[in-house]
């Protein structure tokens, strides 16, 4: 009877199995049902190699095999002692992988990850890459060549753009030794945290929608935060285990307008857990974030037009104010000859000069509702009902923030009746001016149903930490991130 059902149904079953125990259930269907016409390139769509040994086999089953290697679409190397070299060679005969997870362990090198990535994967969707280069006994080799894993995140940005939705780059923290243990300096995974702002500035992940970025006590924020028109379509950021305050959590929530789920594990979120003050303030943060970002734009976009009138009034042959003349005849003994002045740095602004007559159009940018539905942290010496006091905090300062951001707008409705131009941000500006600008034209701008403060409910606010093994709120991005990506760490 099993023998005359039809492959297409086999197919149906099979992609209900668990993802965890998916290649061993097919095998072991095959082998029970020999002659029914299990189709076979499910045994290689996800392959799970958890032993070193099975790189080495697998290599020399699909060495010469090649309609096998096309059939496989989900890969992932969950041990830390394998073969780097094997690694390489497998990966270099897979040409259609969609998935990628790689545990990077000691036996990697830079140079490894580097002729990993060097040629682009058009159908990678998601890439997983975490770090555990610790060692038991003392080596200084890495830091005498200089070998950081710098170059992975260099050679991604040469990519070209693709649909990269799901991205993950974790290192895991150094496990405490044992006090008999001698104690010495593991090696570094990332020395310089730059490559981070030209990855996320790439072109290849310019439709990267969720981020797990983890670099333990690293300051990561800026190099994030700081990068206009950098991943425009991010819902879901996680930099748990680095070293993010308040003040750089509002500043990745201004920089990522649609950001949704903020995951914060081990981070120093609030500087005492225990005072509820503290929590009331991150709330609302998290409600005015929109604020702070309208009048950055506004800023910007009034830089720009005193630059442009400027620019387009000046004559081209408007001489310049004359150099002061240096007088002749001997100088005085006590005139210097060096200045101890600091000369004026770049970043400081230049002084930018209106001529008469010209009357630069006065614009301002209307903040939008918050996006966030969900802030997780961990806070493991909290009891529940200092729990419960933070939880009511934290509404109580997004509900107060709320109320700013509507006095706000309230304001910003007069100045619209009285004939004031308004503009909202619907994209990151990557051109200046009304770059990712639109005009307002009605009142729903101003009093839109979604700012009352029973419609936009706070963000769910998690303090279980990472695992399962917490008492997480129901809907929290833990939860959402466990299903993005495939773990629970």
């Given amino acids: 009877m099993l023998d005359g059902l039809p492959a297409e149904l086999y197919s149906a079953i099979i992609s209900h199995l668990p993802a965890d125990s998916f290649q061993q259930d097919v095998l072991a269907l095959t082998r029970a049902i020999p002659r029914s016409p299990v189709p076979l390139h499910h045994l290689f769509e996800r392959i799970r190699l958890k032993h070193a040994q099975q790189a080495v086999q697998l ?48 036996n990697f090198a830079p140079e490894h990850l580097e002729e990993i990535f060097h040629k682009p994967r058009d159908n990678l969707c998601f890439l997983s890459l975490r770090f555990r280069p610790y060692v038991k006994k003392a080596t200084y080799y890495q830091f005498l060549k200089g070998a950081y894993f710098d170059t992975t995140l260099t ?23 044992t006090p008999s243990a001698k104690h010495f300096a593991q090696p570094l995974v990332f020395f310089r945290l730059e ?19 983890r670099i333990p006590s690293r300051q990561v924020s800026r190099f994030i935060s700081s990068i206009p028109s950098s991943v425009p379509a991010l819902r879901l950021l996680d930099l748990s285990t680095c070293n993010i305050l308040a003040s750089d959590m509002e500043g990745m929530l201004i920089r990522f307008h649609g950001l949704q789920h903020m995951i914060l594990d081990g981070c120093s979120v609030a500087r005492d857990q225990s005072q509820a003050t503290e929590w009331n303030n991150i709330g609302k943060i998290c409600a005015t974030a929109t604020v702070r970002r309208a009048k950055a734009r506004e800023k910007e976009l009034k830089t720009w037009l005193q630059h442009n009138a400027a620019t387009v009034t000046t004559p081209a042959g408007m001489p310049q104010p004359a150099a002061r003349r240096i007088r002749p005849g001997r100088r005085g003994l006590a005139t210097a000859t060096i200045s101890l002045r600091e000369e004026p740095t770049a970043s400081e602004p230049d002084i930018i000069h209106i001529p008469a007559g010209i009357v630069i159009p006065k614009v301002r940018v209307v903040p939008s509702s918050p996006t966030l539905l969900s802030l997780c942290t961990s806070a493991s010496s909290i009891t529940d009902v200092q729990h419960q006091t933070i939880r009511e905090e934290f509404e109580k300062g997004w509900n107060e923030g709320l109320v700013q951001l509507a006095a706000v707008k309230s304001r910003l409705y007069a100045s619209w009746t009285n004939g004031i131009r308004m503009m909202r941000i619907t994209a990151d500006a990557s051109g200046g001016g ?23 409910a706070p963000p769910v606010l998690c303090l ?14 833990h ?11």
């Fill in 59 to 106: 290599y020399s089953r699909l060495r010469n095999a090649t309609d096998e290697r096309n059939w496989v679409k989900d890969f992932g190397i969950v041990t830390w002692t394998v073969d780097a070299d094997v690694i390489v060679n497998l990966l270099g005969i897979l040409p259609r992988i969609s998935s990628l997870l790689l545990f990077v362990g000691p």
């Fill in 155 to 177: 050679a991604l940005s040469r990519w070209p753009s693709y649909q990269l939705p799901t991205l993950s780059i974790v290192q895991d923290p150094s496990e405490p030794l």
């Fill in 195 to 213: 490559p981070i702002s030209v990855l996320l500035g790439s072109e290849y992940i310019s439709s990267l929608m969720h981020l797990r970025l």
């Fill in 434 to 456: 009304y770059d990712g600008l639109e005009a307002i034209e009605g009142e729903n701008a101003f009093h839109s149903a979604q700012d009352d403060n029973e419609s936009l």
């Fill in 464 to 477: 279980a930490g990472p695992g399962i093994s917490g008492k997480h709120v129901e809907g929290c991005g």
């Fill in 479 to 489: 939860n959402i991130a466990w299903n993005v990506w495939n773990d629970t760490i």
